[in-house]
């Protein structure tokens, strides 16, 4: 007998992100020894805690750049499209399906705002915490 697939609906169905994402992911394996907590001390006076509309989470942030660090995926707009599609990246960044992705130009203005002496100072300690998290594991 020949099977024969139906189209597709769109009902609903009820399943996690972190289901989706395989154990062995590398970014699982990231996310489990990657405590991030100190970003939002390091951005606290960037961003007025009072007035203005709330900008992207500053962890979430640098989660997205951790995406595109060990994928080779420089461009933000590139970055975002790909969040967009791949399930263990929204799982990283905490993004679920019903979620919009925020757009490139919020991550440019968010970056602008953290200045390249925060951004990049922000971005050593977090690779330098990983690189040692992998030795310690060696």
Same mark, same amino acid.
């Given at each position: 007998?020949?099977?024969? +697939?139906?189209?597709?609906?769109? %009902?609903?169905?009820? $399943? #996690?992100? =972190?289901?989706?994402?395989?154990?062995?992911?590398?970014?699982r394996r990231i996310d489990s020894v990657l405590?991030?907590?100190? $970003?939002?001390?390091? #951005?606290?006076?960037?961003?007025?805690?009072? @007035?203005?509309?709330?900008?992207?989470?500053?962890?979430?942030? &640098?989660?997205?750049?951790?995406?595109?660090?060990?994928?080779? $995926?420089?461009s933000e707009r590139r970055l975002c499209e *790909?969040? /967009?599609? @791949?399930?263990?990246? +929204?799982?990283?960044?905490?993004?679920?399906?019903?979620? *919009?992705?925020?757009? /490139?130009?919020?991550? #440019?203005?968010? %970056?602008?705002?953290?200045?390249?002496?925060?951004?990049? =100072? #922000? &971005?050593?300690?977090?690779?330098?915490?990983?690189?040692?998290?992998?030795?310690?594991k060696k």
């Amino acid at each position: 007998m020949q099977g024969r +697939r139906e189209p597709h609906d769109e %009902r609903p169905v009820t $399943i #996690t992100l =972190a289901a989706l994402a395989p154990p062995t992911h590398l970014l699982r394996r990231i996310d489990s020894v990657l405590d991030l907590s100190f $970003i939002y001390e390091v #951005t606290k006076e960037l961003c007025c805690a009072d @007035n203005g509309r709330p900008s992207i989470d500053p962890v979430v942030f &640098f989660r997205m750049q951790l995406i595109g660090s060990p994928y080779g $995926i420089r461009s933000e707009r590139r970055l975002c499209e *790909e969040l /967009h599609l @791949n399930l263990a990246y +929204r799982w990283f960044y905490r993004l679920l399906l019903d979620k *919009e992705v925020p757009d /490139h130009p919020s991550c #440019t203005r968010i %970056r602008d705002r953290f200045g390249l002496m925060v951004y990049q =100072a #922000t &971005f050593d300690q977090i690779v330098t915490e990983l690189l040692g998290l992998i030795e310690l594991k060696k």
